[in-house]
């Protein structure tokens, strides 16, 4: 799996609509992010997390927290819990010499009846609604959420 593009919108520190290219380079195959304390380094990690494994992810400010709460409490603080936020992961995998290219838009935002989260997958630009509904299964095939802190990992 090779990650292209991540796009937050009102997720912790990023507010509005941040993207970031991470498709590696001919010779360049590592992709880094550095800045000073407190520039949202781990955050954009969280969000590689909580994009894939939502419920099960393993992020850095969580703790106890329920589910829930969590995902109310990384909503941008400017921005309107109704509108909510959203972390959009596109990437690409090989299967039998044809690259796949896919992308998973993980959402939630805040209404009268508590938090509601929404997952769309789609491949190749179309949704993809077997992929959408069999997630975690499918993820945990070839990243299981046990080993993701080996891919993605805060080197401070």
């Given amino acids: ?21 991470l498709t590696p ?8 992010f550095g800045g000073m304390n407190g520039g949202g380094k781990t955050t954009f990690l969280d969000a ?10 393993k992020t850095s400010n969580r703790g106890n927290m329920a589910y829930n709460d969590y995902l109310a409490e990384c909503i941008h603080r400017e921005a309107s819990p109704g509108r909510g936020s959203s972390i959009t ?9 044809r690259a796949t290219r896919y992308s998973l838009k993980r959402s939630w935002r805040c209404g009268p009846k ?5 997952l769309q997958v789609s491949r190749d630009g179309k949704p993809d609604e077997f992929l959408t509904d069999h997630w975690d299964e ?10 993701a802190h080996l891919f993605f990992f805060d080197g401070e």
């Fill in 1 to 21: 799996m090779i990650l292209d593009r991540i796009i937050l919108e009102n997720f912790g520190a990023y507010a509005g609509r941040q993207e970031a290219v």
């Fill in 25 to 32: 380079e001919p010779g360049k195959p590592v992709i880094l």
């Fill in 48 to 57: 590689i997390q909580l994009g894939f494994y939502g419920r099960r992810s």
């Fill in 89 to 97: 992961i596109e990437y690409h995998r090989m299967s039998e010499g």
């Fill in 114 to 118: 508590g938090v509601r989260e929404t």
């Fill in 138 to 147: 499918t993820l945990e095939a070839y990243l299981p959420v046990g080993i």
